[in-house]
């Protein structure tokens, strides 16, 4: 089995949570049927090493210098695949987004080892209305950073691609909702 096809059955068997009635607050304020909890498998050591090395496959040919996004899913997400990346002699660095600057210290809003300049690719677990995908590729542009595009594992299909096309940042999900599910 590839690593695509393990991901969507671990998907299956770990991460999707359906109902009959709409129970699943999303962070957008909306209510749902369903919810995929992805962390389930992002902080999982299998899951962690697929995660990794799919989306290594599917930005080393744009050469990034870093992959990175909001706290607190893109995190484990931007680890697996700079790991990856360093296994596979092509190095690519993790950076984080907070949601608010730090109020102290720094007072930085992106931590990592990434400068102006740099071209970078977004990732994120899911992608509902893109809010939180968003927000990290604009305050990574305003940093300085250059946006490649914006990665999701799953995209749930309620306009997250449209929003995120409409500022003008590409997009990549590795799978799509109606692959897992008829709505
Ligand atoms: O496309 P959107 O409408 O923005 O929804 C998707 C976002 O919601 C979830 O994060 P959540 O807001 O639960 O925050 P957390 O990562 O801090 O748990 C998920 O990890 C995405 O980041
Ligand atoms: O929209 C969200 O907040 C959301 C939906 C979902 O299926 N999974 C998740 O982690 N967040």
């Keep these: 089995m590839d690593y695509r096809e393990r991901l969507k059955e671990m998907i299956n068997e770990r991460a999707l949570k359906v109902s009959d009635r709409p129970i699943f607050k999303l962070s ?3 209510m749902s049927t ?7 498998i992002t902080l999982d050591p299998e899951g962690g090493f697929i995660i990794g090395n799919l989306i290594f496959e599917m930005i080393k040919d ?5 992959v990175g996004g909001l706290t607190l899913g893109a ?20 950076f984080v ?18 400068k102006p300049g ?11 209305t893109a809010g939180s995908s968003l927000k990290a590729a604009k305050v990574a542009r305003d940093f300085g950073l250059e946006i490649l ?5 799953v995209d749930r299909e309620e306009g997250g691609e449209e929003n995120i ?3 003008g940042f590409d997009f990549f999900p590795v799978f799509k909702i109606s692959e897992f599910l008829n709505r």
Aim: glycine share 8%; proline share 7%; hydrophobic share 30%.
């Design 62 to 66: 744009r050469n990034p210098d870093a």
């Design 97 to 114: 987004v907070r949601k608010e600057p730090k109020g102290h210290g720094t007072g930085k809003q992106i931590e990592g080892n990434v």
């Design 28 to 30: 957008s304020g909306k």
């Design 165 to 167: 096309r409409k500022e």
């Design 149 to 153: 595009g914006i990665i999701a594992i």
């Design 34 to 40: 369903y919810y995929m909890d992805l962390r389930t």
């Design 118 to 128: 740099e071209k970078v690719f977004i990732v994120e677990d899911v992608v509902t």
């Design 75 to 94: 995190d484990p997400i931007s680890y697996a695949t700079a790991l990856i990346s360093y296994i596979n002699r092509k190095p690519i660095k993790p």
